[in-house]
Nanobody, 123 residues
Framework: QVQLVESGGGLVQAGGSLRLSCVAS????????MGWYRQAPGKQRELVAS?????????????NYADSVKGRFTISRDNAKNTVYLQMNSLKPEDTAVYYC???????????WGQGTQVTVSS
């Protein structure tokens, strides 16, 4: 059973930055496209960013972002550490949510969701 452990959240003022980390157990991490998701109170969980498992272009892995975070968030991964990161800059109050990682949409498996990490952005 793969376990996902997210960390790095916290309280930050608008315009600030945070770096989230997600460590996955097991030895299949490097084969999975991964994503960061978030769920705000009263709202459905949404995909924030995703990254492919393998290098697909000469410039690196393929990443995709929700329109609301493009230009502000950067997803990356370190397969040697079984870790996926989310660098969040220029944070806005509307980014407040619990952030989770899991396999990207369309993957063969969706792992059990971890506890997530709370991000709170004050105005």
């Amino acid at each position: 059973q793969v376990q996902l452990v997210e960390s790095g959240g916290g309280l930050v003022q608008a315009g600030g930055s945070l770096r989230l980390s997600c460590v996955a157990s097991g030895d299949m991490f490097r084969f999975n496209a991964m994503g960061w998701y978030r769920q705000a109170p009263g709202k459905q969980r949404e995909l924030v960013a995703s990254i492919t498992s393998m290098v697909v272009t000469s410039t690196g892995r393929t990443t995709n972002y929700a329109d609301s975070v493009k230009g502000r968030f950067t997803i990356s991964r370190d397969n040697a550490k079984n870790t996926v990161y989310l660098q969040m800059n220029s944070l806005k109050p509307e980014d407040t949510a619990v952030y989770y990682c899991n396999t990207a949409p369309g993957s063969h498996y969706t792992y059990a969701w971890g506890q997530g990490t709370q991000v709170t952005v004050s105005s």
